[in-house]
């Protein structure tokens, strides 16, 4: 039997493939097989891409128009998982849920009230001999330079003093309504200050109910994996912040003993504001360390300046070689440069308070990104605990059941 081979009939003629696509791309109903791969994966690529950002995008300017209540809650999740394990501490050892919550708060109100109450008070009481060394070191300058090499005569100075009080009248009113915008920020953070307590003292008393109720809004399907994730994120977070609390500590403590050795004013207090800039990673304790030069300079000159700046460069080396990798655990251990973007990202977005709550958020996402891609997300949890060494631990009435 004679079978008769298909045959293919070149383009020049008209004709088509054996496989019945047309030569001609104009005429192709596939025609976009006639565009290169990397062409068509790029356009694949892009549009899907363009949908993620513009997704982020929107979810951004969401948080960004309810600032005034995202950010007190992102405060309170971040005070809850730093309360939370004294907590469930307290209510293992028989107190009731209530009472541990009340006292655990109480506590911590009156320690950051104490705190604070001593960096105003000892910046008041410290405040005049600061102030005499300022009033000194500016009667140094006016003397160099009407005596130094550039010569200036008492009369330029005096003309400068009156242009820098005639600037300040002139513009008296725009001072005027930034006290009044300040004001109403006071009583913005007050309102804030007040939703943070109640938000966290629901986050401590049944934070876990909550995070369950709303994940019921996953199907059954996934519901498990997405609470998978969110205690693998919270836990990081909890990792996170008492780090980040130790780390603080340790700064505080090195450069205000440092300040105090050195005769420093105002030591305590500068140590003090050391501790609460740490919270911000990488940068916090340095601006706020920068003070201390800054006060360093102005009272004791430019020597106890360098001795200064020297002793800030050897706590940040201890915190970045030896407490951050000791302490963090590889279960929240994330590349430097992701920090800095993190922050700067933050701080563009918000200010300070993005700045604060950048890296938490990071923390939080990237263990709970992990646990939701993984293959077995318990064992991908397992894994983070091991990864911890001793930092976080979970304890197992912690956790709630697995499945819808």
Same mark, same amino acid.
Request: proline share 5%; net charge neutral.
């Given at each position: 039997?004679?079978?008769?081979?298909?045959?293919?009939?070149? =383009?020049?003629?008209?004709?088509?493939?054996?496989?019945?696509? #047309?030569?001609?791309?104009?005429?192709?109903?596939?025609?976009?097989?006639?565009?290169?791969?990397?062409?068509?994966?790029?356009?694949?690529?892009?549009?899907?891409?363009?949908?993620?950002?513009?997704?982020?995008?929107?979810?951004?300017?969401?948080?960004?128009?309810?600032?005034?209540?995202?950010?007190?809650? &992102?405060?309170?999740?971040?005070?809850?998982?730093?309360?939370?394990?004294?907590?469930? $501490?307290?209510?293992?050892?028989?107190?009731?849920?209530?009472?541990?919550?009340?006292?655990?708060?109480?506590?911590?109100?009156?320690?950051?009230?104490?705190?604070?109450? $001593?960096?105003?008070?000892?910046?008041?009481? @410290?405040?005049?001999?600061?102030?005499?060394?300022?009033?000194?070191?500016?009667?140094?300058?006016?003397?160099?330079?009407?005596?130094?090499?550039?010569?200036? #005569?008492?009369?330029?100075?005096?003309?400068?003093?009156?242009?820098?009080?005639?600037?300040?009248?002139?513009?008296?009113?725009?001072?005027?309504?930034?006290?009044? #915008?300040?004001?109403?920020?006071?009583?913005?953070?007050?309102?804030?200050?007040?939703?943070?307590?109640?938000?966290?003292?629901?986050?401590?008393?049944?934070?876990?109910?909550?995070?369950?109720?709303?994940?019921?809004?996953?199907?059954?399907?996934?519901?498990?994996?997405?609470?998978?994730?969110?205690?693998?994120?919270?836990?990081?977070?909890?990792?996170?912040?008492?780090?980040?609390?130790?780390?603080?500590?340790?700064?505080?403590?090195? /450069?205000?003993?440092?300040?105090?050795?050195?005769?420093?004013?105002? &030591?305590?207090?500068?140590?003090?504001?050391? $501790?609460?800039?740490?919270?911000?990673?990488?940068?916090?304790?340095?601006?706020?360390?920068?003070?201390?030069?800054?006060?360093?300079?102005?009272?004791?000159?430019? /020597?106890?300046?360098?001795?200064?700046?020297?002793?800030?460069?050897?706590?940040?080396?201890?915190?970045?070689?030896?407490?951050?990798?000791?302490?963090?655990?590889? =279960?929240?251990?994330?590349?430097?440069?992701?920090?800095?973007?993190?922050?700067?990202?933050?701080?563009?977005?918000?200010?300070?308070?993005?700045?604060?709550?950048?890296?938490?958020?990071?923390?939080?996402?990237? #263990?709970?990104?992990?646990?939701?891609?993984?293959?077995?997300?318990?064992?991908?949890?397992?894994?983070?605990?091991?990864?911890?060494?001793?930092?976080?631990? &979970?304890?197992?009435?912690?956790?709630?059941?697995? @499945? @819808?």
């Amino acid at each position: 039997m004679n079978q008769r081979k298909p045959q293919i009939r070149g =383009a020049g003629g008209g004709g088509r493939y054996a496989t019945g696509m #047309s030569a001609r791309p104009s005429l192709d109903p596939y025609a976009d097989e006639s565009v290169t791969p990397l062409v068509r994966k790029a356009a694949a690529w892009s549009w899907r891409l363009l949908l993620i950002f513009t997704v982020i995008v929107v979810v951004l300017w969401i948080i960004l128009q309810l600032e005034i209540l995202v950010v007190p809650v &992102a405060l309170a999740t971040i005070l809850a998982a730093l309360l939370l394990p004294v907590v469930d $501490f307290l209510h293992r050892r028989g107190a009731p849920r209530g009472g541990a919550v009340a006292l655990v708060l109480l506590s911590g109100i009156a320690l950051f009230g104490g705190l604070l109450a $001593f960096v105003v008070t000892q910046f008041i009481d @410290g405040a005049p001999a600061l102030v005499g060394q300022v009033t000194t070191s500016i009667e140094g300058v006016g003397t160099w330079l009407t005596e130094g090499p550039l010569h200036v #005569s008492s009369q330029q100075i005096n003309q400068f003093r009156d242009a820098a009080i005639e600037a300040l009248r002139s513009n008296q009113e725009k001072l005027t309504s930034g006290a009044l #915008s300040t004001a109403g920020t006071v009583t913005e953070i007050v309102t804030g200050a007040l939703l943070v307590l109640f938000t966290l003292i629901f986050l401590l008393q049944g934070g876990r109910n909550i995070f369950s109720f709303v994940t019921q809004i996953f199907p059954s399907h996934v519901r498990g994996r997405v609470r998978d994730a969110g205690r693998a994120g919270f836990r990081s977070l909890i990792g996170y912040v008492r780090a980040t609390f130790l780390v603080a500590a340790v700064d505080a403590i090195g /450069i205000g003993v440092g300040l105090a050795i050195m005769g420093i004013p105002l &030591a305590l207090p500068l140590a003090s504001l050391v $501790f609460m800039g740490a919270f911000v990673p990488l940068i916090g304790a340095v601006l706020t360390g920068m003070l201390a030069v800054i006060v360093a300079l102005i009272a004791k000159g430019w /020597i106890y300046a360098l001795i200064t700046l020297a002793l800030i460069v050897a706590v940040q080396q201890l915190e970045g070689h030896v407490l951050q990798p000791l302490v963090m655990g590889r =279960a929240v251990a994330i590349h430097p440069l992701a920090i800095v973007l993190a922050i700067a990202g933050g701080a563009v977005l918000a200010g300070i308070v993005g700045a604060l709550l950048a890296v938490p958020a990071l923390a939080f996402l990237n #263990s709970a990104i992990r646990v939701l891609n993984a293959d077995d997300p318990a064992a991908e949890e397992a894994a983070m605990d091991a990864e911890d060494e001793g930092v976080v631990h &979970a304890e197992p009435d912690d956790i709630e059941p697995k @499945g @819808g």
